[in-house]
């Protein structure tokens, strides 16, 4: 048996509820404080979108891809089926990163004028970043005329582009709280100390807490996993499960 510094059952149940505080948190802030997204347009659309971006970016974009990672930690059957539900909720969270920052971009200033800030210029590294991922992920693991050596080849470096955007994608996250209570509490429209501020301080704490969570569970080894065994043909060691 293969001894583990964390459980795994317990790793699993903290993504969990940091994740569950972290949605909490982010709805919270979007719906009770939403006179804070009110856009300089004074439109109701755009004061939609400007509460549907904090939601779709940190449920819809960090919450589902951090499930996704998780995928091959606690869901049972065959590889296939983790790998097609990992696929799945990747896509979800793709499609919402890329709605959540249209909904930034889709005014009438446009996108140039959006595009000043290191929070801007990180969110569409990283949606793009993503979306390169999620092809090469289709292409490399999914379609079934790619040849098993391609795949073992590709693995390392899609493991850590995986983990790289996701922590690249909680990073944009938090310079863009960073920015909003910034620019809110010089403009004089929330105090330094008031539940405002301790909500969005909360959110951060809890994306960070999140994020090394799911990183750790993916990169522990896991509880149980096969033994490999050696063997020696054709002047090679190969092994196999």
């Not at 582009?161 to 990073?171: E, K, N, Q, S, W």
Request: glycine residues 8%.
């Amino acid at each position: 048996m293969v001894s583990v510094p964390f459980s795994s059952l317990f790793l699993q149940v903290s993504a969990r509820l940091s994740a569950c505080i972290v949605a909490l948190l982010v709805v919270i802030w979007a719906l009770y404080f939403k006179t804070s997204f009110i856009p300089r347009s004074s439109s109701q659309e755009d004061l939609i979108y400007a509460i549907l971006h904090p939601l779709l970016m940190v449920i819809g974009f960090i919450l589902v891809s951090g499930e996704a990672i998780l995928v091959h930690r606690w869901l049972p059957g065959s590889r296939n089926l983790k790998k097609s539900v990992h696929l799945c909720l990747q896509g979800l969270a793709l499609g919402s990163g890329v709605f959540g920052i249209w909904t930034k971009f889709h005014s009438q200033e446009g996108i140039v004028a959006n595009f000043y800030s290191l929070h801007s210029w990180m969110g569409l590294i990283c949606i793009t970043l993503f979306g390169a991922q999620w092809l090469l992920g289709f292409l490399n693991f999914w379609h079934k005329g790619e040849v098993r050596t391609t795949r073992v080849r590709v693995l390392p470096w899609h493991v850590f582009l995986g983990l790289y955007t996701y922590a690249l994608a909680v990073v944009t996250a938090e310079t863009g709280l960073l920015e909003k209570l910034t620019f809110l509490q010089t403009r004089g429209d929330v105090l330094r100390r008031c539940t405002e501020s301790m909500v969005v301080n909360g959110l951060g704490l809890g994306l960070a807490l999140l994020s090394g969570i799911v990183i750790l569970a993916a990169v522990s080894p896991k509880h149980g996993a096969p033994h490999f065994k050696m063997m020696y043909t054709n002047n090679k060691w190969l092994s196999s499960q």
